[in-house]
């Protein structure tokens, strides 16, 4: 499976922390995308990062690719209760199929 | 505001009964996804196709489950006939494949799914 593999499948934090998420992914890649899932409702994109790209920000999102180990991290800063969520790596495989993660269940708490 | 519209939003049927799930996407929109979400399996994706034809449904059961798309504002998946290991979320996304690539380069947007239960 190319498959990209989340890592916590759950993480609670405090309102305020900072929240750090995983993803090991299995072959070449073109990017890599995050997105976020609230529950009960579809996936919301959040980022996209590309395979010569190494870092990149969006607002409190921070997101590293390592190419070399094939694994990804999305750093959420200053954590607000609204975070609270599932949150997927994607990865784009020889420009063909959309693989999703199995997800990280993310819970702030107020 | 430009969103991908999936009906029914919630369905209930019995075994044995076909079920087809509907989607509109983003207008401009060249390529669409469908995925199905359990607890066990996670995120599926079933099939997709770039300008209404399917370039890979290898990931969906052949003998029930069929995808088209007879027009380019409409996506079907059908399942006939449906059993209860079907029961899960399907959902649809639609994205733009630039002219040159096999594959959106950019963000996909998805529908609020199709809860199915299949009793």
């Known amino acids: 499976s190319q498959q990209g593999e989340e890592d916590p499948q759950a993480l609670s934090i405090q309102e305020g922390e900072n929240a750090t998420m995983n993803c090991s992914y299995k072959?070449?890649?073109?990017?890599l995308q995050w997105y976020r899932q609230n529950s009960g409702r579809g996936l919301v994109h959040l980022i996209l990062?590309?395979?010569?790209?190494r870092e990149k920000h969006s607002g409190r999102l921070r997101v590293t690719l390592d190419t070399s180990k094939k694994s990804s991290s999305l750093l959420i800063t200053a954590s607000r209760a609204a975070d609270t969520a599932s949150y997927f790596c994607a990865t784009g495989f020889r420009g063909h199929q959309f693989y999703f993660g199995t997800g990280t269940s993310l819970t702030v708490i107020p | 505001d430009a969103r991908v519209t999936q009906t029914p939003r919630h369905k209930v049927t019995e075994m044995g009964q076909e079920v087809t799930m509907r989607c509109q996407p983003i207008?401009?929109?060249?390529?669409v996804f469908w995925y199905r979400q359990t607890m066990m399996q996670g995120l599926e994706l079933l099939a997709y196709?770039?300008?209404?034809?399917?370039?890979?449904d290898s990931g969906m059961p052949k003998d029930r489950f069929s995808a088209e798309m007879p027009d380019a504002t409409l996506a079907t998946l059908k399942i006939q006939p449906s059993e209860p290991r079907d029961s899960a979320v399907y959902f649809c996304?639609?994205?733009?494949?630039?002219?040159?690539?096999?594959?959106?380069?950019?963000?996909?947007?998805f529908g609020q799914g199709t809860r199915l239960t299949v009793v």
């Open positions: 996304a639609s994205g733009l494949t630039p002219d040159g690539l096999e594959f959106p380069n950019t963000e996909a947007f």
């Open positions: 207008l401009g929109h060249n390529t």
């Open positions: 072959t070449s890649i073109n990017n």
């Open positions: 990062i590309r395979s010569n790209e």
């Open positions: 196709f770039r300008n209404r034809a399917p370039l890979d």
